[in-house]
């Protein structure tokens, strides 16, 4: 069983920097994807950004693209989300997912998750 567990969250100023990761463990890791969701309170948990886990293409929402960057290292099994110039739209519980199949921003295609960080931006 894969077990994913984020890091890195916490609290921020408007325009500041965050790096999240995610670690995961368990059996071999090889997923199709893996991605960033995040869900605000009283809101629904929507995409972030994915990566294919093999090859080099990104996906971002139209709401990070420019801002967030993420990456990943193979070899040690981590996920990371560098977050610049955050904004307090962008406070949200952070979870790392991951894909057994090709995914990109659909919920229900990823098999993982983690148990989420918070991210809070202060405006």
Do not use: H
């Amino acid at each position: 069983q894969v077990q994913l567990v984020e890091s890195g969250g916490g609290l921020v100023q408007a325009g500041g920097s965050l790096r999240l990761s995610c670690a995961a463990s368990g059996r071999t890791l090889s997923p199709a994807t893996m991605g960033w969701f995040r869900q605000a309170p009283g809101k629904e948990r929507v995409f972030v950004a994915a990566i294919q886990w093999n090859g080099d293409s990104t996906y971002y929402s139209d709401a990070v693209k420019g801002r967030f960057t993420i990456s990943r290292d193979n070899v040690k099994n981590w996920l990371y989300l560098q977050m610049n110039n955050l904004k307090p739209e962008d406070t949200a519980v952070y979870y790392c997912a991951a894909a057994r199949y090709f995914a990109i921003n659909e919920a229900s295609r990823y098999d993982r998750w983690g148990q989420g960080t918070q991210v809070t931006v202060s405006s």
